[in-house]
């Protein structure tokens, strides 16, 4: 009876020890990447995080500028309802849709370019730049330039966020060029 007890104890040792190196069958182990059985039993993954911020970045809602035209908000509504998850590498198009479809302006815009945008809206649209440069500052409905050497970008700021071809809750990491507003009547 001593000797089964005994045998019994080594097997279940012997089998806790070697378990952390077995794998559930068709897993794959990563570091990269946590692989799991879902429900309905397909394997899946997600990615494994290692760093956090830790300390949460906090940006202040966008205040509602009673002087500039109301149909920017509309724009940047329209905008947010057509914006993806992530970029298409089309964000001035999307504005350009978004200005035109609010009613902020009556034409298509010429430039291909989001680095010119500014430029093409207050010469031909009456837009007028604002003296803001943080674009965490910028009122409900402006439009923001970036450019860095090679590319540009262009945004218009919501609520809680901006808002192009897709949807983020924080700014373009290029160099902001100018913030842009037209003025009501």
């Known amino acids: 009876m001593r000797r089964v007890t005994s045998l019994i104890f080594l097997c279940a040792g012997n089998c ?11 897993l794959q182990e990563s570091t990269k990447k946590f692989i799991y059985k879902d429900g309905s039993g397909r394997v899946t993954s997600v990615r494994i995080i290692h760093n956090y911020w830790t300390r949460p970045i906090v940006h202040p809602f966008a205040k509602i ?14 905008a947010q309802e057509r914006a993806h998850a992530e970029s298409q590498a089309h964000c001035w198009h999307y504005v350009k849709h978004a200005l035109v479809a609010a009613g902020v302006i009556s034409s298509y815009p010429k430039t291909a370019n989001a680095a010119e ?16 440069r943080d674009p965490y500052a910028a009122p409900v409905g402006a439009i923001l330039v970036y450019s860095n050497k090679t590319h540009g970008h262009v945004e ?30």
Do not use: N, Q
């Open 117 to 132: 945008a500014g430029d093409e809206l207050m010469r031909s649209y009456g837009f007028k730049r604002l003296p803001i």
């Open 65 to 78: 500028d009673p002087r500039l035209d109301p149909k920017l908000a509309r724009a940047a509504t329209f």
């Open 16 to 26: 806790a020890l070697f378990a952390t190196t077995l794998r559930a069958e068709g």
């Open 156 to 185: 218009i700021r919501t609520k809680d966020g901006f808002v192009s071809d897709y949807h983020s809750k924080f700014r373009c990491e290029y160099p902001l060029i100018a913030v842009y507003g037209k003025f009501g009547s």
